[in-house]
Structures are given as structure tokens and as C-alpha cells.
């Protein structure tokens, strides 16, 4: 029985920061990031969106009324928990309109999650193959402002729908490897992550040497907390693809930045995108790397058919169009994201809701969010 993603969707944001703009601010050779680590654009979280509404629409961009009804689990990957308590899949489920008997489990690994929860998925599917399970991440990479990091920011969310004959691609198992290592961590009471670039890069590459399978593919998508992670990494694949293969698997990240659990994931949007020729019955070569520190290698097949549930078009439309901001805009929406992320009471300011925006964060009540649907 094949059991793999039947269909897949992401959200990023409505906003974006060019990273002209971010040189220019920074004093910095804008060749240092469009060019060192390969990003052009930083997407930017709105001050009505959280990792919640970003869920939900990337969710609602892919369920329909049969899938919500064969859903019984939730997985809900991130690394930018809005609770120590509540899974945040809570407020999904319930703006969703899903049925009650259902299971929500929150999961923390790094950047890693989101794979973990995809492949606790499938094992649950091949026991279950009429049940369905929504896998989500979502994070906002936050470094703070005039930090090493800033450059890397990103925002956005990743839905997967995992079944039994799946309609746009089977997964097959991974190999795995776990060591303890201090290479990107984050306190409870730290507002960003501690950092060692470097050893991080070193850590990503040592996992991936462990776990390579020696197969070639034609396109491999990577983990990147910056869209030249891709680069770095094809260089110790055993079975590097070429570069203009390389150029579709980091061309999403490009855009967006980071966006930690679905960053993988938005590699693999990227190529069903962006690919010139057919994925039909083409095997994907997936690394998913968490720090602290887990590395995976697994792979997907591609389904015959699979252009009917992934709307390429629709995708490319989502970053297109995206309205750039300046840089005051960007200091003022990162100051008041961070700000809310530590508070009891907020109501809705007079920010205007993007006009493309299904979900918004509407009020905070002694910490307990309130979210509306906008067409409501």
C-alpha cells in the first residue's frame, strides 16, 4: 500500500523586506546577501498573523469537506511556540470546523519537526489507511534587529495531507541520525536563539554525510536556513545535482527566507513549481536537518497525475503577489511581533487585515487567543 502526501500547501506572509533595503540600513554590500547566502527577499509576519493564522491558511488551502471529515490527528511542527501548555493546533482545529474526535499533538525539534511529524504520519496511516492526518508546521525565524542572523529571517507555514494512496507523492523510509550538540538553541527566557553559524554548518554537513543513501536524483531538496545552504550541501552529496537543478531547489527560499520546519518543504513547493520537465513517477531526494541536532534522509515518489492536486500556478501567484515594505515598515511590524509574543491583552490595533487574508489574530485575553475567519 502506498502511503504518502496527497496534497500540499504553504503560506508566507503578504509582506516582504528586499534585502537591498536591509544593506542599505546595515551598511552592508547588499552582495553579502544576495549573493553570500543567496536571498533576495525577506518575508515579513503582519501585525494580525501568528503562526496560527498562518496555519490555517495554508490548511484551508488545500482541505476540502471529505478531507476534514477523514482527518482524526493534528501535527503540529514549530520552533516558535505562542504556549507551554496549549498545542496550537487547538485554535486550528477549531476554525477549521473539524470534527471533535480528534487527536492534536504540538512537536519540537528544531527545524526538524515537521519531517519527524511526516513520518510519524505514515506509520499511523498504514495502520489506519482510511484515516487521514494533518501534518502543519509554522514558524517565524526572529533573530533580532542589527544581528548576525537578521539577514536569514523569514516567516511562514507548511499543510500537509497524509493518506493512503496518495495522490501527489509516496513517501518511502528514512535514514536517521541523533547527537547532542550546542550549535542552535533557545532558552525559555531568551526572546532569540543562541547561534553558532558555523558550527551549525559543520553539524548540518557531518549529518548529512551519515545519513546518504549514494543514489542519484534528479533533483534533491534541502533544509536551508538560508537559500545557499543548498549550495553548501550539494558540495558533500555523494550524487550532487547540477546547477541550474540546484537554482529550482532554493529558488522559493529565495523569496521567503526561513521559515525553520517547512523550510524543507518549501524546497520540495519549489520544485514541483519550477521544474521544466515532468516529476511523473520521479524519486525526490529529501535532508531535513533540526539542530541540537537531528539529520534525516528520506525520499518521495512523485504520482502520475500529480499536476491536479498541486496547482503550480496558484503557488508562483502566492509570491508574486506579495507587496513590498520599507524598511521603517519592517522595524515597526518585528517590534510589534515581538512585543505581542510576550503579553496577556492585545486588541486588534487599526491595522487592515492584507485584503488576500483569510485568518487573522483578532484579540489576546489573559493570554488566550482569538482568531477570526475574515469572510465570516
Same mark, same amino acid.
Request: glycine share 6%; net charge negative; proline share 3%.
Given at each position: 500500500?502506498?502511503?504518502?502526501?496527497?496534497?500540499?500547501?504553504?503560506?508566507?506572509? *503578504?509582506?516582504? %523586506?528586499?534585502?537591498?533595503?536591509?544593506? #542599505?540600513? *546595515?551598511?552592508?554590500?547588499?552582495?553579502?546577501? #544576495?549573493?553570500? +547566502? !543567496?536571498?533576495?527577499?525577506?518575508?515579513?509576519?503582519?501585525?494580525?498573523?501568528?503562526? &496560527?493564522?498562518?496555519?490555517?491558511?495554508?490548511?484551508?488551502? $488545500?482541505?476540502?469537506?471529505?478531507?476534514?471529515?477523514?482527518?482524526?490527528?493534528?501535527?503540529?511542527?514549530?520552533?516558535?511556540?505562542?504556549?507551554?501548555?496549549?498545542?496550537?493546533?487547538?485554535?486550528?482545529?477549531?476554525?477549521? !470546523?473539524?470534527?471533535?474526535?480528534?487527536?492534536?499533538?504540538?512537536?519540537?525539534?528544531?527545524?526538524?519537526?515537521?519531517?519527524?511529524? %511526516?513520518?510519524?504520519?505514515?506509520?499511523?496511516?498504514?495502520?489506519?489507511?482510511?484515516?487521514?492526518?494533518?501534518?502543519?508546521?509554522?514558524?517565524?525565524?526572529?533573530?533580532?534587529?542589527?544581528?548576525?542572523?537578521?539577514?536569514?529571517?523569514?516567516?511562514?507555514?507548511?499543510?500537509?495531507?497524509?493518506?493512503?494512496?496518495?495522490?501527489?507523492?509516496?513517501?518511502?523510509?528514512?535514514?536517521?541520525?541523533?547527537?547532542?550538540?550546542?550549535?542552535?538553541?533557545?532558552?525559555?527566557?531568551?526572546?532569540?536563539?543562541?547561534?553558532?553559524?558555523?558550527?551549525?554548518?559543520?553539524?548540518?554537513?557531518?549529518?548529512?554525510? *551519515?545519513?546518504?543513501?549514494?543514489?542519484?536524483? %534528479?533533483?534533491?531538496?534541502?533544509?536551508?536556513?538560508?537559500?545557499?545552504?543548498?549550495? #553548501?550541501?550539494?558540495?558533500?552529496?555523494?550524487?550532487?545535482?547540477?546547477?541550474?537543478?540546484?537554482? &529550482? &531547489?532554493?529558488?522559493?527560499?529565495?523569496?521567503?527566507?526561513?521559515?525553520?520546519?517547512?523550510?524543507?518543504?518549501?524546497?520540495?513547493?519549489?520544485?514541483?513549481?519550477?521544474?521544466?520537465?515532468?516529476?511523473?513517477?520521479?524519486?525526490?531526494?529529501?535532508?531535513?536537518?533540526?539542530?541540537?541536532? $537531528?539529520?534525516?534522509?528520506?525520499?518521495?515518489?512523485?504520482?502520475?497525475?500529480?499536476?491536479?492536486?498541486?496547482?503550480?500556478?496558484?503557488?508562483?501567484?502566492?509570491?508574486?503577489?506579495?507587496?513590498?515594505?520599507?524598511?521603517?515598515?519592517?522595524?515597526?511590524?518585528?517590534?510589534?511581533?515581538?512585543?505581542?509574543?510576550?503579553?496577556?491583552?492585545? $486588541?486588534?490595533?487599526?491595522? #487592515?487585515?492584507?485584503?488576500?487574508?483569510?485568518?487573522?489574530?483578532?484579540?489576546? &485575553?489573559?493570554?488566550?487567543? +482569538?482568531?477570526?475567519?475574515?469572510?465570516?
Amino acid at each position: 500500500m502506498k502511503i504518502g502526501i496527497d496534497k500540499i500547501g504553504f503560506y508566507v506572509p *503578504r509582506y516582504f %523586506l528586499d534585502m537591498t533595503s536591509l544593506a #542599505k540600513e *546595515r551598511n552592508q554590500d547588499v552582495n553579502k546577501y #544576495k549573493v553570500g +547566502i !543567496g536571498q533576495h527577499k525577506m518575508a515579513v509576519i503582519s501585525p494580525s498573523e501568528d503562526i &496560527v493564522t498562518m496555519a490555517l491558511e495554508a490548511a484551508n488551502s $488545500i482541505l476540502d469537506d471529505t478531507d476534514k471529515a477523514a482527518i482524526d490527528t493534528i501535527l503540529f511542527a514549530t520552533e516558535t511556540a505562542i504556549d507551554y501548555s496549549k498545542a496550537a493546533g487547538n485554535y486550528v482545529h477549531r476554525m477549521l !470546523g473539524l470534527q471533535h474526535n480528534i487527536r492534536i499533538l504540538e512537536l519540537k525539534q528544531a527545524c526538524y519537526a515537521a519531517t519527524g511529524s %511526516l513520518q510519524l504520519a505514515i506509520d499511523y496511516v498504514r495502520m489506519q489507511p482510511d484515516k487521514k492526518v494533518l501534518v502543519l508546521s509554522s514558524d517565524v525565524a526572529w533573530y533580532g534587529f542589527n544581528t548576525p542572523g537578521e539577514s536569514t529571517q523569514g516567516a511562514g507555514a507548511i499543510a500537509m495531507l497524509v493518506s493512503a494512496n496518495p495522490r501527489l507523492a509516496e513517501v518511502h523510509k528514512g535514514q536517521f541520525t541523533t547527537e547532542e550538540l550546542p550549535d542552535f538553541y533557545r532558552p525559555s527566557y531568551q526572546e532569540v536563539p543562541t547561534v553558532d553559524g558555523h558550527l551549525s554548518i559543520r553539524c548540518y554537513n557531518d549529518m548529512l554525510k *551519515r545519513v546518504d543513501p549514494n543514489t542519484s536524483y %534528479l533533483y534533491t531538496c534541502f533544509h536551508m536556513p538560508f537559500a545557499n545552504m543548498a549550495v #553548501k550541501a550539494n558540495k558533500v552529496f555523494s550524487n550532487p545535482i547540477s546547477q541550474d537543478k540546484i537554482d &529550482v &531547489v532554493k529558488a522559493f527560499t529565495q523569496e521567503v527566507g526561513n521559515i525553520y520546519n517547512g523550510s524543507l518543504f518549501l524546497s520540495l513547493i519549489s520544485v514541483l513549481s519550477l521544474a521544466k520537465e515532468s516529476l511523473e513517477n520521479e524519486t525526490i531526494g529529501m535532508f531535513s536537518y533540526g539542530s541540537g541536532a $537531528i539529520g534525516e534522509f528520506f525520499s518521495l515518489t512523485i504520482q502520475e497525475g500529480y499536476e491536479h492536486v498541486f496547482d503550480k500556478t496558484k503557488a508562483l501567484s502566492h509570491l508574486d503577489s506579495r507587496d513590498e515594505i520599507n524598511f521603517k515598515t519592517y522595524v515597526e511590524y518585528m517590534t510589534f511581533y515581538k512585543d505581542k509574543e510576550v503579553t496577556h491583552q492585545y $486588541i486588534a490595533s487599526d491595522f #487592515k487585515a492584507h485584503k488576500d487574508n483569510q485568518f487573522v489574530l483578532e484579540q489576546m &485575553v489573559q493570554g488566550h487567543r +482569538i482568531y477570526k475567519k475574515v469572510s465570516d
